[in-house]
């Protein structure tokens, strides 16, 4: 081989570039399509206000790269260590109670740190993310974990007026939503009230509707003992005009019975026959009047004692009037609140319709944000195809990459196959030339050697 130097530069030429062609495409399958440079990776941390070099991610510190994650969360997520300290305290204090202190505060932040922003790496596309990358960092995991973060974020920012329209839309629906639920819890406060005061009212009601049928009743019999007192009290007023008429003219008899005597009192004492006669005629008569006139004050006794029965009636006739009026005014009253009672009824049927309203809006509201959450889960889900039909459309690109690559080893390992036959053959034909130039110098040589010899 070392007879033909050209020919033997030339195959080594070749095979150290074969060499070299294929560890660059084993390196390039190797290496992932969206990864970033270090210069680019550390240009855009120190643009999100980070101070960072490429030296920082190849030679990279834990506490430097928990910062750098933190600032990533917090811009992203708004989740820090500090952000989840309540709930990690909580959640230790139920676990461990009074032994809480096990755990370190510090160790039990990053614990609940790290499960925030493994939930943040797995939208953006990293699934194996561990807690190794955030205590012991390496050049590599780093540089792929950046690089997809900083395309999340340049996707992000280059969707930002379709995340903020559906953000605001969610912030919109959530903002009526409280407020028809306080809304809510307001008119069903109101509404409470309004049955207490309606369970008042209606006891109220009940019991003046009970006093109002007894002042009823109590009424009725007032008005039938009037109509009572009222026709005896006529009656007596008939009888007391009839007697009085009666004694009037018993009283007149008397008078002119008395005259009569007077004139015939002279002709009595003439004779003692018909004076003792008229004088017995005379004391019956006087008798009989005596009686009768007993009998007229005994009646004008009781007349009296019935005239000052019938003031008195006629005085709680009065007073039961005077009731009477009283009991209208307060049956008025209590008509104006029964209207008015009515009226809140009304006013208590008109809030519950306008309760049942704003449920019914409620619903609708609940309904049309379960429609949006339906979208944006459709939108996800169709994010999520796209992004598995792209991840597969990548897997088939590099399928067929590594495919044609193949192909081109196979060819290029083809071509060098004939490339080393064809040496071989120019090779062994030089060989066979040498040889034939060796046997013809040689023969010469010997020719040489034999004339030489012979001029001797």
């Given amino acids: 081989m070392d007879f033909n130097p050209r020919v033997s530069q030339q195959f080594r030429g070749g095979s150290s570039q074969q060499?070299?062609?294929?560890?660059?495409?084993?390196?390039?399958?190797?290496?992932?399509?969206?990864?970033?440079?270090?210069?680019?990776?550390?240009?855009?941390?120190?643009?999100?206000?980070?101070?960072?070099?490429?030296?920082?991610?190849?030679?990279?510190?834990?506490?430097?790269?928990?910062?750098?994650?933190?600032?990533?969360?917090?811009?992203?997520?708004?989740?820090?260590?500090?952000?989840?300290?309540?709930?990690?305290?909580?959640?230790?204090?139920?676990?461990c109670g009074e032994y809480m202190d096990i755990i370190p505060g510090d160790t039990r932040n990053l614990m609940g740190f790290y499960v925030s922003l493994r939930r943040l790496l797995e939208e953006c596309g990293i699934r194996d993310f561990s807690f190794q990358d955030l205590l012991k960092p390496t050049h590599d995991r780093l540089q792929r974990?950046?690089?997809?973060?900083?395309?999340?974020?340049?996707?992000?920012?280059?969707?930002?007026?379709?995340?903020?329209?559906?953000?605001?839309?969610?912030?919109?629906?959530?903002?009526?939503?409280?407020?028809?639920?306080?809304?809510?819890?307001?008119?069903?406060?109101?509404f409470e009230e309004m049955k207490k005061s309606r369970k008042a009212m209606e006891a109220e009601v009940r019991e003046k509707e009970s006093r109002n049928n007894q002042l009823k009743a109590r009424l009725r019999e007032l008005k039938d003992g009037q109509e009572k007192v009222s026709g005896r009290l006529d009656h007596v007023k008939q009888e007391k005009t009839r007697l009085?008429?009666?004694?009037?003219?018993?009283?007149?008899?008397?008078?002119?019975?008395?005259?009569?005597?007077?004139?015939?009192?002279?002709?009595?004492?003439?004779?003692?026959?018909?004076?003792?006669?008229?004088?017995?005629?005379?004391?019956?008569?006087?008798?009989?009047?005596?009686?009768?006139?007993?009998?007229l004050d005994r009646r004008t006794r009781a007349l009296q004692t019935s005239a000052d029965t019938f003031s008195v009636v006629t005085t709680d006739v009065v007073s039961c009037t005077k009731l009477l009026e009283e009991v209208s005014s307060e049956l008025q009253k209590e008509e104006e609140e029964a209207s008015k009672?009515?009226?809140?009824?009304?006013?208590?049927?008109?809030?519950?319709?306008?309760?049942?309203?704003?449920?019914?809006?409620?619903?609708?509201?609940?309904?049309?944000?379960?429609?949006?959450?339906?979208?944006?889960?459709?939108?996800?889900?169709?994010?999520?195809?796209?992004?598995?039909?792209?991840?597969?459309?990548?897997?088939?690109?590099?399928?067929?990459?590594?495919?044609?690559?193949?192909?081109?080893?196979?060819?290029?390992?083809?071509?060098?196959?004939?490339?080393?036959?064809?040496?071989?053959?120019?090779?062994?034909?030089?060989?066979?030339?040498a040889h034939d130039e060796f046997l013809k110098m040689d023969s010469h040589i010997k020719l040489y050697v034999t004339e030489m010899e012979q001029m001797v």
């Avoid at 390196?27 to 030296?55: Q, V």
């Avoid at 609708?364 to 949006?372: D, G, T």
């Fill in 244 to 295: 009085t008429e009666i004694l009037g003219d018993r009283t007149t008899a008397a008078l002119a019975v008395k005259q009569e005597s007077m004139k015939l009192k002279p002709y009595v004492l003439s004779s003692p026959a018909a004076l003792a006669s008229s004088l017995s005629e005379l004391s019956v008569s006087l008798t009989a009047d005596k009686a009768t006139i007993d009998a």
């Fill in 341 to 433: 009672a009515a009226r809140h009824h009304d006013a208590l049927s008109d809030r519950g319709n306008n309760v049942r309203e704003v449920e019914r809006t409620e619903l609708l509201l609940q309904r049309q944000l379960a429609k949006w959450h339906e979208r944006t889960e459709k939108l996800r889900h169709n994010a999520g195809e796209k992004a598995q039909a792209a991840k597969e459309r990548t897997e088939e690109l590099r399928t067929v990459h590594r495919k044609l690559t193949e192909e081109r080893g196979e060819k290029g390992r083809e071509m060098e196959r004939r490339r080393m036959a064809d040496l071989k053959e120019n090779i062994e034909n030089e060989i066979h030339s």
């Fill in 19 to 95: 060499k070299g062609r294929s560890t660059s495409t084993k390196k390039a399958e190797e290496t992932d399509f969206m990864r970033l440079s270090d210069n680019e990776i550390a240009g855009c941390i120190s643009d999100i206000g980070m101070p960072f070099t490429a030296a920082d991610l190849q030679k990279p510190n834990p506490q430097q790269i928990q910062l750098v994650f933190e600032w990533f969360a917090e811009l992203l997520i708004s989740a820090t260590r500090e952000t989840v300290e309540p709930a990690m305290r909580a959640a230790a204090d139920d676990v």
């Fill in 145 to 190: 974990i950046f690089s997809y973060i900083i395309n999340f974020v340049r996707f992000r920012e280059s969707q930002t007026g379709v995340i903020d329209e559906h953000f605001n839309k969610a912030q919109m629906t959530k903002n009526r939503i409280e407020q028809l639920y306080a809304e809510n819890q307001q008119m069903e406060i109101r």
